[in-house]
């Protein structure tokens, strides 16, 4: 059972580590050409990794859930 749950969040865990170092350095980019004095533009590139990672997590749900099911 534990070999299977690694299997099934290993890829998720990959992609949505990756999604959330590029959202960080995507917003820290536009944070600092469009908002520098809003805030400091690594707080938004906080902002914008998490809210990537959310919605990585969120789109990748419905494959988990249908793995984890057993459906195809």
Do not use: C, H
């Not at 960080?24 to 990672?53: E, N, R, S, Y």
Request: without cysteine; positive net charge.
């Amino acid at each position: 059972m534990n070999n299977e749950i690694t299997t099934i969040v290993a890829p998720v865990a990959k992609a949505g580590a990756g999604a959330a170092v590029a959202g960080f350095v995507l917003g820290t980019l536009i944070a600092w050409l469009f908002f520098p004095d809003a805030m400091k533009p690594w707080q938004f590139g906080m902002i914008f990794a998490l809210v990537t990672l959310l919605l990585v997590l969120l789109s990748a749900a419905p494959f988990v859930w249908r793995r984890y099911s057993g459906q195809s």
